[in-house]
Protein backbone atom coordinates (compact mmCIF):
# COMPACT_ATOMS: atom_id res chain seq x y z
CA UNK A 1 0.00 0.00 0.00
CA UNK A 2 2.96 2.51 -0.67
CA UNK A 3 1.60 5.88 -1.54
CA UNK A 4 4.71 6.88 -3.70
CA UNK A 5 7.76 4.42 -4.93
CA UNK A 6 11.01 4.62 -6.08
CA UNK A 7 12.71 1.63 -8.08
CA UNK A 8 15.67 0.97 -8.03
CA UNK A 9 16.33 2.75 -3.98
CA UNK A 10 20.25 2.56 -4.98
CA UNK A 11 21.95 2.98 -8.25
CA UNK A 12 25.50 2.41 -8.79
CA UNK A 13 26.77 3.36 -12.18
CA UNK A 14 29.87 4.22 -13.78
CA UNK A 15 30.46 8.13 -15.55
CA UNK A 16 29.11 8.15 -18.99
CA UNK A 17 26.06 5.28 -18.52
CA UNK A 18 22.81 6.09 -19.09
CA UNK A 19 20.38 5.16 -16.14
CA UNK A 20 16.65 5.80 -15.28
CA UNK A 21 14.66 6.31 -11.92
CA UNK A 22 10.85 5.00 -11.91
CA UNK A 23 8.39 6.39 -9.81
CA UNK A 24 5.08 5.66 -9.39
CA UNK A 25 1.93 7.49 -7.17
CA UNK A 26 -0.84 5.57 -6.07
CA UNK A 27 -2.86 8.49 -3.96
CA UNK A 28 -4.56 9.62 -7.66
CA UNK A 29 -2.52 12.60 -7.50
CA UNK A 30 -2.32 15.13 -10.58
CA UNK A 31 0.85 16.28 -10.03
CA UNK A 32 4.69 15.04 -9.46
CA UNK A 33 7.76 16.29 -9.06
CA UNK A 34 11.23 15.28 -9.07
CA UNK A 35 13.82 16.66 -6.28
CA UNK A 36 17.30 16.23 -5.99
CA UNK A 37 19.35 15.99 -2.43
CA UNK A 38 23.02 16.87 -2.59
CA UNK A 39 25.48 15.85 -0.08
CA UNK A 40 24.63 19.07 1.84
CA UNK A 41 21.12 17.99 2.71
CA UNK A 42 20.18 20.81 -0.13
CA UNK A 43 17.12 19.40 -1.39
CA UNK A 44 16.06 21.31 -4.75
CA UNK A 45 13.02 20.94 -7.29
CA UNK A 46 14.22 19.11 -10.65
CA UNK A 47 11.03 19.22 -12.26
CA UNK A 48 7.05 18.96 -12.23
CA UNK A 49 3.97 17.47 -14.27
CA UNK A 50 0.71 17.59 -13.99
CA UNK A 51 -1.80 15.15 -15.90
CA UNK A 52 1.28 14.64 -17.51
CA UNK A 53 2.31 17.85 -18.82
CA UNK A 54 5.66 19.66 -17.54
CA UNK A 55 4.80 23.04 -15.55
CA UNK A 56 8.61 22.98 -13.43
CA UNK A 57 11.34 22.77 -15.46
CA UNK A 58 14.15 24.17 -13.26
CA UNK A 59 18.04 24.88 -14.51
CA UNK A 60 19.05 20.95 -14.75
CA UNK A 61 21.15 19.82 -17.84
CA UNK A 62 19.54 18.50 -20.67
CA UNK A 63 21.25 14.80 -20.02
CA UNK A 64 18.02 14.50 -17.57
CA UNK A 65 15.22 14.13 -19.31
CA UNK A 66 11.57 13.25 -17.14
CA UNK A 67 9.37 11.08 -18.94
CA UNK A 68 5.52 10.60 -17.60
CA UNK A 69 3.62 8.08 -19.58
CA UNK A 70 0.06 8.68 -17.52
CA UNK A 71 -0.59 10.98 -14.26
CA UNK A 72 0.41 8.03 -11.84
CA UNK A 73 3.99 7.28 -12.90
CA UNK A 74 7.08 10.28 -13.68
CA UNK A 75 10.30 8.54 -14.84
CA UNK A 76 13.97 10.25 -14.61
CA UNK A 77 16.35 9.42 -17.62
CA UNK A 78 20.19 10.57 -17.02
CA UNK A 79 22.17 11.00 -19.93
CA UNK A 80 26.38 10.67 -19.66
CA UNK A 81 26.27 10.65 -16.12
CA UNK A 82 29.16 12.82 -13.98
CA UNK A 83 30.30 12.16 -10.65
CA UNK A 84 28.38 15.58 -9.76
CA UNK A 85 25.18 13.75 -10.38
CA UNK A 86 25.94 11.51 -7.31
CA UNK A 87 22.80 12.55 -4.89
CA UNK A 88 19.98 11.51 -3.48
CA UNK A 89 16.52 11.78 -6.03
CA UNK A 90 13.08 11.88 -4.03
CA UNK A 91 9.79 11.68 -6.59
CA UNK A 92 6.74 13.77 -4.88
CA UNK A 93 3.27 13.95 -5.80
CA UNK A 94 0.26 16.12 -4.69
CA UNK A 95 -3.91 16.83 -5.42
CA UNK A 96 -3.26 19.90 -7.56
CA UNK A 97 -1.25 22.99 -6.91
CA UNK A 98 -3.39 24.69 -3.92
CA UNK A 99 -2.45 26.57 -1.56
CA UNK A 100 -3.81 23.81 1.46
CA UNK A 101 -1.83 20.51 -1.25
CA UNK A 102 0.36 18.34 0.64
CA UNK A 103 3.22 16.82 -1.16
CA UNK A 104 4.01 13.33 -0.63
CA UNK A 105 7.47 12.25 -1.15
CA UNK A 106 9.19 8.94 -2.11
CA UNK A 107 11.92 7.03 -0.45
CA UNK A 108 14.33 8.23 -2.27
CA UNK A 109 16.77 6.52 -4.91
CA UNK A 110 20.78 7.27 -3.84
CA UNK A 111 22.67 7.62 -6.86
CA UNK A 112 26.19 6.71 -6.91
CA UNK A 113 28.69 7.50 -10.01
CA UNK A 114 31.90 6.43 -9.62
CA UNK B 1 21.49 34.69 -0.75
CA UNK B 2 19.45 31.59 -0.28
CA UNK B 3 15.55 31.45 -0.70
CA UNK B 4 14.94 29.60 2.30
CA UNK B 5 17.73 30.14 5.19
CA UNK B 6 18.03 28.09 8.45
CA UNK B 7 20.59 27.43 10.81
CA UNK B 8 21.86 24.02 9.95
CA UNK B 9 22.72 23.28 13.42
CA UNK B 10 22.99 20.35 14.87
CA UNK B 11 21.26 21.34 18.21
CA UNK B 12 21.87 19.07 20.61
CA UNK B 13 19.53 19.18 23.87
CA UNK B 14 18.37 16.56 26.39
CA UNK B 15 15.07 14.96 26.59
CA UNK B 16 12.72 17.50 27.78
CA UNK B 17 14.28 20.46 26.72
CA UNK B 18 12.34 23.17 24.80
CA UNK B 19 13.97 24.29 21.43
CA UNK B 20 13.64 27.02 18.91
CA UNK B 21 14.48 26.92 14.97
CA UNK B 22 14.39 29.80 13.00
CA UNK B 23 14.26 30.60 9.23
CA UNK B 24 13.47 33.60 7.00
CA UNK B 25 12.44 33.77 3.65
CA UNK B 26 13.49 35.97 1.07
CA UNK B 27 10.44 36.41 -1.65
CA UNK B 28 7.86 38.57 -0.07
CA UNK B 29 5.59 36.73 -2.74
CA UNK B 30 5.68 33.54 -1.03
CA UNK B 31 2.05 31.58 -0.53
CA UNK B 32 2.51 29.46 1.92
CA UNK B 33 4.82 27.69 4.74
CA UNK B 34 5.56 24.45 6.03
CA UNK B 35 7.76 22.47 8.24
CA UNK B 36 8.69 18.97 6.93
CA UNK B 37 10.95 16.48 9.09
CA UNK B 38 13.32 14.30 7.46
CA UNK B 39 14.76 11.48 9.41
CA UNK B 40 18.44 10.06 8.81
CA UNK B 41 18.20 8.78 5.24
CA UNK B 42 14.98 8.96 5.06
CA UNK B 43 12.10 11.04 3.01
CA UNK B 44 11.02 14.35 4.34
CA UNK B 45 7.49 14.40 5.56
CA UNK B 46 5.26 17.33 6.76
CA UNK B 47 4.79 18.19 10.06
CA UNK B 48 3.02 21.29 10.04
CA UNK B 49 1.14 23.89 7.96
CA UNK B 50 2.00 27.64 9.26
CA UNK B 51 -0.33 30.03 9.37
CA UNK B 52 -0.04 33.76 9.79
CA UNK B 53 -1.73 33.58 13.37
CA UNK B 54 0.16 30.98 14.37
CA UNK B 55 -0.92 27.42 15.21
CA UNK B 56 -0.30 24.92 17.58
CA UNK B 57 -0.37 20.82 17.12
CA UNK B 58 0.28 19.40 20.44
CA UNK B 59 4.02 19.81 21.87
CA UNK B 60 5.15 21.97 18.09
CA UNK B 61 4.48 25.27 17.90
CA UNK B 62 4.66 27.30 14.55
CA UNK B 63 4.64 31.11 13.69
CA UNK B 64 4.89 32.98 10.60
CA UNK B 65 6.15 36.74 10.80
CA UNK B 66 5.12 38.12 6.92
CA UNK B 67 6.28 41.83 7.40
CA UNK B 68 9.68 40.12 8.79
CA UNK B 69 9.23 37.16 6.54
CA UNK B 70 10.51 34.97 9.48
CA UNK B 71 9.37 31.58 10.29
CA UNK B 72 9.72 29.59 13.65
CA UNK B 73 9.26 26.60 14.62
CA UNK B 74 8.56 25.36 18.81
CA UNK B 75 9.25 22.03 20.06
CA UNK B 76 8.44 21.68 24.09
CA UNK B 77 9.02 18.40 25.83
CA UNK B 78 11.38 17.48 23.63
CA UNK B 79 11.74 13.45 23.39
CA UNK B 80 14.30 10.87 21.85
CA UNK B 81 12.53 10.15 18.45
CA UNK B 82 12.07 14.32 17.89
CA UNK B 83 15.91 14.14 16.79
CA UNK B 84 15.71 14.47 13.04
CA UNK B 85 16.32 17.49 10.73
CA UNK B 86 14.02 19.55 10.52
CA UNK B 87 13.09 21.84 7.18
CA UNK B 88 11.92 25.04 6.49
CA UNK B 89 9.52 25.46 3.48
CA UNK B 90 8.08 28.06 1.89
CA UNK B 91 5.62 27.24 -1.29
CA UNK B 92 6.31 29.82 -4.71
CA UNK B 93 4.04 32.42 -5.45
CA UNK B 94 0.87 31.51 -7.71
CA UNK B 95 2.87 31.22 -10.76
CA UNK B 96 5.47 28.62 -10.12
CA UNK B 97 3.84 25.82 -10.67
CA UNK B 98 3.06 24.89 -6.52
CA UNK B 99 7.17 24.13 -6.35
CA UNK B 100 8.65 24.10 -2.83
CA UNK B 101 12.06 25.74 -1.64
CA UNK B 102 13.27 24.29 1.03
CA UNK B 103 15.71 25.42 3.49
CA UNK B 104 18.70 23.15 4.32
CA UNK B 105 17.32 22.25 7.25
CA UNK B 106 17.93 21.70 10.84
CA UNK B 107 19.29 19.20 12.97
CA UNK B 108 18.23 18.40 16.25
CA UNK B 109 19.67 15.24 18.26
CA UNK B 110 18.00 14.66 21.60
CA UNK B 111 20.06 12.91 24.03
CA UNK B 112 18.74 10.97 27.26
Known amino acids: DTAVSQTPKYLVTQMGNDKSIKCEQNLGHDTMYWYKQDSKKFLKIMFS???????INETVPNRFSPKSPDKAHLNLHINSLELGDSAVYFCASSQGQGRSYEQYFGPGTRLTVT | RKEVEQDPGPFNVPEGATVAFNCTYSNSASQSFFWYRQDCRKEPKLLMSVYSSGNEDGRFTAQLNRASQYISLLIRDSKLSDSATYLCVVRGFYNQGGKLIFGQGTELSVKP
Open chain 1, 49 to 55: YNNKELI
